[in-house]
């Protein structure tokens, strides 16, 4: 298993133009699509 995190602070990934962003909230949420 493999952790990436910001000190613990909520992140987002881009990836590019036209493609669907989703974002990580915590452990209980974990990944999700961005709006």
């Known amino acids: ?3 990436i995190d910001d000190h613990r602070k909520p ?5 590019m133009k036209g493609r669907p962003e989703y974002r990580y909230g915590n452990e209980e ?3 999700f699509l961005a709006e």
């Open 29 to 31: 949420v974990g990944w």
């Open 1 to 3: 298993m493999v952790r």
């Open 11 to 15: 992140f987002r990934l881009s990836g």
